[in-house]
Antibody, heavy 121, light 106 residues
Framework: EVHLSESGGGLVQPGGSLTLSCAASGFTFSTYAMNWVRQAPGKGLEWVSGFSGSGGPSLHADSVRGRFTISRDNSKNTLYLQMNNLRSDDTAVYFC??????????????WGQGTMVTVSS | AIQMTQSPSSLSASVGDRVTISCRASQGIGNDLSWYQQKPGKAPKLLIYAASSLQSGVPSRFSGSGSGTDFTLTISSLQPEDFATYYCLQDYNYPRTFGQGTKVEI
């Protein structure tokens, strides 16, 4: 059974940093694309960052490029999101999401429960 | 970036109603579109992929259609558990973009 579990969220001051983790199980993690998607309070879904399963380049939304870095440790079946220079508009629930197939562009068939990041002084 | 526009943004319906939600892409995306259901405080759930393929375990009252720029999610007979917010997502290129969501309420 596929399971994704995010951790690392919390309260951080503007300009601060935070690293989110997503522990995966129940599938061959290294061969699937993985993504981060966020949802600000009361708002819609926003894709943040993505990583292919074949060691391809990481990709980021314009709103986070240069501040956020996605990475993965296939030996630990874990996806990460390093977030620097955080702003108040980064406040959101952050979900990790698994790609449905082994290609980089596909639907997201499994999602974690999300971790809340609050940026406030 | 490809813009995804959903309509309506919200709708009121009753149990047993047929419900249709539209999603329009700002450029052609073939059939690279998926649909998600999200309930309050929960993660999104994949309903439809490749525009019209039903995800395993999803009830057959959900269906998707369309290609190019215009897509539709249909719920043939609305059930109490279907009251939620629905999002489309283009799976064509990066950056990935979602529609703004359609809230289905009583």
């Amino acid at each position: 059974e596929v399971h994704l579990s995010e951790s690392g969220g919390g309260l951080v001051q503007p300009g601060g940093s935070l690293t989110l983790s997503c522990a995966a199980s129940g599938f061959t993690f290294s061969t699937y694309a993985m993504n981060w998607v966020r949802q600000a309070p009361g708002k819609g879904l926003e894709w943040v960052s993505g990583f292919s399963g074949s060691g391809g380049p990481s990709l980021h939304a314009d709103s986070v490029r240069g501040r956020f870095t996605i990475s993965r440790d296939n030996s630990k079946n874990t996806l990460y999101l390093q977030m620097n220079n955080l702003r108040s508009d980064d406040t959101a629930v952050y979900f990790c999401a698994k790609g449905k197939s082994q290609v980089i562009l596909d639907a997201f068939d499994f999602w974690g429960q999300g971790t809340m990041v609050t940026v406030s002084s | 970036a490809i813009q995804m526009t959903q309509s309506p943004s919200s709708l009121s319906a009753s149990v047993g109603d047929r419900v249709t939600i539209s999603c329009r892409a700002s450029q052609g995306i073939g059939n690279d579109l998926s649909w998600y259901q999200q309930k309050p405080g929960k993660a999104p759930k994949l309903l439809i992929y490749a525009a019209s393929s039903l995800q395993s375990g999803v009830p057959s009252r959900f269906s998707g259609s369309g290609s190019g720029t215009d897509f539709t999610l249909t719920i043939s007979s609305l059930q109490p558990e279907d009251f939620a917010t629905y999002y489309c997502l283009q799976d064509y290129n990066y950056p990935r973009t979602f529609g703004q969501g359609t809230k289905v309420e009583i």
